[in-house]
């Protein structure tokens, strides 16, 4: 059986022309996915049972049992923590934001180690942007700043710039340029028409002498400016401002690096610049495939995108504060719930030491890092294969995940919604 | 030798996401691509190890040779050898220095460390399976 039109539950592309082949209830074929998604498909390894630390051993528990494990280590813990989220849908995420504020726990996002600094940047200085589908009609300026998409988002260049037909643009081999900035030499920057290359940390002071060409200032640019030399510098700026229609997307390389958020308002600040002479917008290349959804979710409930914390009743945002990777720093919660991503694998050492402190629970279908950190771990069904849902694009498009396969794993939101019964059941019986 | 280490993507690390304990996420993660000139003044071949030690953290990588990167830079995919060198402090942001770190690299016979093992020195346990 074929299925088609599937959204992969891989990156922020949210491809959703993706075509799965089935045969007795297992995926055999896949078309039109990208490596990493197709890994994703394909993939066999799962957790099959609940397991729970006894003894200092890891031990196959029920459902029951894990669940009443998880209700009573959130119901006990004076500062909980409830962390995750990008890798489940809208459903899962409001039951999620709904258990934070009923036990007055900190919850917040893989956002806060992505693009938080995009986020502080937008809420200072506003976010001229659009949906992919305008940058592939008519984008005939292409910049991608600190990303790597042939590595991070495979088929970005394929579906909506380099490669792809445009309805506004007559040929998009010629027509539709193409800029990369980036610390080092990517596959990007290969196929690049222009690449920029930035010594690290150099990205807010290209940004500046590029605002400074624009603005027609160039007499203050020096020779070369983080690396790169004026005569490049003023080459990009005049295609820049010759561009019918710019689009630029920036990545990690913006928001990790020295200078954090203000880079990321410098550029934006740049396609404001770009837009009193022609059309200008720029997006953020979201990594996982609903990172984007949590911050909706969360603001539409709570009023903040990432790092809310419930502690005090009300809805309180301090990034900074309550960004996970400061409260772990602090060694402040007492309880960890991790829902649909691996802190295990990607914070720093020192935030995932207390993880492994604390009681950490896991709901997640595969045995990753965070796995050893933790005290239980509830294997659910895969997200987007095995449950369907709502997820957004990276561009705030939401779009609707199919589930393909049957399972007799339980979803995200099931889970979570049994554990808040639990601590109610808990509560009444004081 | 003194460099300055960025983290990120890879396709071999995206392809393993799901695959975490697997040698193929290990071996992906585990790499630190060096320019040639660089593993030539620390008189190494591609694919020796080196000891890679920042304020935060210390941990043994496997080199690979690129051009792509300038002299003076090192480049590892995302993952938890490159958070075992990385700080959790953020300037107040949230968010860490996952890139632009400055990292003093030197030779090393010493074993790669598996995930479970990285794991297990900041006190979680591995699982079994």
Redesign the interface.
């Given at each position: 059986m074929d299925i088609k039109d599937v959204p992969c539950p891989f990156c922020g592309c949210l491809c959703d022309d993706v075509k799965i082949q089935i045969e007795d209830n297992r995926i055999t074929g896949v078309e039109n996915c990208c490596t990493l998604g197709n890994a994703k498909f394909l993939s066999k390894s799962r957790l099959q049972h609940p397991i729970m630390r006894k003894d200092g051993k890891w031990v196959e528990v029920s459902y029951e049992e894990a669940i009443d494990e998880t209700a009573r280590i959130l119901s006990d813990a004076v500062r909980p923590l409830l962390y995750g989220w990008s890798g489940t849908v809208g459903e899962a995420q409001v039951v999620g934001v709904h258990l934070a504020e009923e036990i007055g726990a900190l919850i917040d996002s893989t956002t806060s180690v992505c693009h938080n600094p995009s986020i502080l940047a937008i809420q200072e200085v506003g976010h001229p942007g659009c949906t992919l589908g305008q940058v592939k009609n008519r984008a005939d300026l292409v910049i991608y700043w600190g990303c790597n998409p042939i590595e991070a988002h495979p088929r970005h260049m394929s579906r909506y710039t380099t490669y792809a037909d445009g309805y506004f643009i007559d040929n998009t081999a010629t027509d539709r340029k193409v800029i990369v900035v980036d610390i080092r030499r990517s596959d990007g920057a290969k196929v690049a028409d222009e690449f920029i290359q930035v010594k690290p940390g150099g990205d807010y002071l290209v940004l500046s002498a590029l605002r400074a060409m624009v603005r027609g200032k160039s007499d203050v640019v020096p020779d070369s400016v983080a690396g790169v030399k004026k005569v490049q510098l003023q080459r990009v700026a005049d295609l820049m401002m010759k561009a019918k229609f710019g689009a630029v997307f920036f990545g990690l390389g913006v928001t990790m690096s020295r200078g954090k958020y203000k880079n990321v308002r410098n550029a934006i600040e740049l396609v404001s610049e770009l837009n009193r002479k022609t059309k200008f917008t720029i997006s953020a290349m979201r990594g996982h495939f609903n990172v984007y959804g949590f911050n909706e979710v969360l603001t539409w409930m709570a009023g903040y995108p990432f790092a809310v914390d419930f502690s005090r009743g009300i809805a309180f945002y301090n990034p900074g504060e309550t960004s996970v990777i400061d409260l772990l720093e602090k060694k402040e919660p007492d309880a960890c719930l991790v829902v649909a991503s691996d802190p295990g694998a990607h914070f720093p050492k020192s935030t995932i030491e207390h993880i492994a402190a604390i009681p950490t629970v896991q709901i997640d279908p595969c045995v990753n890092a965070t796995t050893a950190l933790c005290q239980v771990q509830i294997p659910v069904a895969i997200t987007g294969i095995e449950s369907a849902g709502t997820a957004y694009r990276m561009d705030g498009v939401p779009i609707r995940m199919k589930k393909v396969l049957e399972t007799d794993f339980p979803t995200d939101q099931e889970i979570l919604e049994r554990i808040v019964t639990r601590i109610r059941e808990m509560r009444a019986d004081g | 030798m003194r460099l300055?280490l960025?983290s990120?993507?890879?396709?071999p690390q995206?392809?393993?996401?799901?695959?975490?304990?697997s040698k193929g996420y290990q071996r992906a993660t585990s790499i630190v691509y060096i320019n040639h000139l660089d593993l030539m003044e620390l008189g190494i071949e591609s694919g020796d190890r080196v000891q890679v030690t920042s304020d935060?953290?210390s941990v043994v990588l496997i080199t690979e040779a690129t051009?792509?990167?300038?002299t003076g830079?090192a480049?590892i995919a995302?993952?938890?050898y490159a958070?075992?060198?990385?700080?959790?402090?953020?300037?107040?942001?949230?968010?860490?220095?996952?890139?632009?770190i400055i990292v003093e690299i030197e030779p090393t016979d010493d074993p790669v460390p598996t995930?479970?093992d990285?794991?297990?020195i900041?006190?979680?346990?591995?699982?079994?399976?």
């Open positions: - | 300055t960025s990120g993507r890879t396709i995206g392809s393993f996401v799901e695959h975490k304990l935060s953290g051009h792509d990167i300038p830079c480049y995302l993952g938890p958070n075992a060198i990385i700080g959790g402090y953020t300037h107040g942001t949230g968010m860490p220095d996952y890139k632009d995930v479970w990285l794991m297990e900041i006190g979680g346990l591995r699982y079994g399976h």
